[in-house]
């Protein structure tokens, strides 16, 4: 037993001792190459983060600062779109070189137009939905996980700048670039129509002829339409007010005590799709609330520190219980759309003058 193990040392020994090989290529050592792969920039939108802000110098009707009333993408200059988004980078986050919004016309290259921050306060990978859940962030079939290393949040706020520099379609989206030259940017791309041209097609005329003093006149049917620009989707909040009416003639006119014919002496009735001046059933900005025809008041029209919101008009029809976001729906004109109205005349007693053609009853068209 003893010599037996004694051969197994000397075996051991030898084994141990024996030369070291090294195998050599033609030119010298072959060696051991690990390159890390430049990994390309991902972007993730937070989808409960993204909202609309009113431009404050030019606020809406109803909501401010967000605009919640907002159902199609087209903006104005001041409004501005905001988007959490996180950026994951294998290589590291510190490898992010920049985070920007970028915008492109048709036919055109993309360009950055605004630039994003970083928002260390978010250290997981949940959204801002009030349900907690994560952003569905995958590589292949893997379910990524919060990394604090390799992900960082970043805000991205994007203003609209005048219709000299931005008018028309945009393709919108967030996108990110590493110090090597890397970009990458997220699935959720958005089009938005900046600075659209908005106007108001009228068909029609307002002219009751000659009336007599005492009588009730009514108009022929006008149609008020959304000319907006064609592809913007603006849809236009609908309002009137007016001025009291003067004989230009120097004819000597009274009606019924002075040389001028009151606005209060005209009402409108006014119709769209399901909805009408029926429920205008309030006295507002003075003026009268829907009679037993359903036409209705028109309040004056003002200017300066006494005019009180928006000039002191009126939504041609309110007082609906289905509303956008605070508009009445039978108020709003989608693009293309029309609103009829017919005036109503109530002539004072005693009247007379030559004609009384100077003065204004005004319809405006507001973007929601």
């Not at 670039?177 to 791309?189: L, Q, R």
């Not at 200017?303 to 939504?315: D, E, L, V």
Request: aromatic share 10%; net charge negative.
């Amino acid at each position: 037993m003893k010599k037996l193990l004694g051969i197994l040392v000397a075996a051991i020994m030898l084994i141990a001792v024996a030369p070291l090989v090294t195998a050599t290529g033609i030119g010298g050592d072959i060696g051991i190459v690990i390159t890390p792969e430049q990994f390309e920039p991902r972007v993730f939108m937070d989808p409960c983060s993204r909202v609309v802000y009113d431009d404050p110098n030019e606020p809406g009707a109803e909501s401010n600062p967000i605009l919640i009333e907002r159902v199609e993408n087209y903006a104005f200059e001041g409004e501005q779109v905001v988007w959490k988004v996180l950026v994951w980078d294998k290589n590291g986050k510190e490898k992010i070189s920049d985070v920007h919004v970028n915008l492109q016309q048709a036919g055109q290259d993309a360009y950055i137009e605004a630039n994003c921050v970083r928002d260390d306060t978010k250290a997981n990978l949940n959204s801002s939905c009030q349900t907690p859940a994560d952003l569905g962030i995958y590589e292949g079939e893997e379910h990524i996980i919060w990394n604090g290393d390799t992900m960082r949040w970043y805000t991205c706020t994007f203003t609209v700048e005048t219709p000299a520099s931005m008018h028309g379609q945009f393709k919108v989206v967030a996108e990110a670039e590493d110090v090597s030259g890397k970009f990458g940017e997220s699935a959720e791309s958005e089009i938005w129509f900046f600075n659209p041209t908005i106007a108001l097609g009228i068909s029609g005329n307002l002219d009751f002829g000659t009336v007599r003093p005492g009588g009730v006149y009514k108009s022929s049917t006008l149609t008020i339409g959304n000319a907006a620009e064609a592809g913007s989707g603006v849809m236009l909040d609908m309002y009137i007010a007016g001025t009291d009416f003067f004989d230009p003639a120097h004819s000597g006119a009274m009606c019924p005590t002075s040389n001028v014919l009151k606005l209060t002496n005209f009402k409108y009735y006014a119709s769209n799709g399901a909805y009408n001046t029926c429920k205008n059933t309030a006295v507002k900005n003075g003026a009268a609330a829907a009679d037993a025809e359903c036409y209705v008041g028109i309040p004056y029209y003002m200017t300066g520190a006494g005019s009180g919101a928006n000039n002191n008009m009126n939504r041609i029809i309110d007082g609906d219980v289905i509303t956008l976001g605070g508009y009445p729906a039978g108020n709003v004109l989608s693009p293309g759309a029309e609103i009829s109205i017919n005036f109503k005349l109530n002539m004072p007693v005693p009247c007379n003058g030559a004609s009384f053609s100077d003065g204004e009853i005004n319809i405006f068209g507001e973007a929601v």
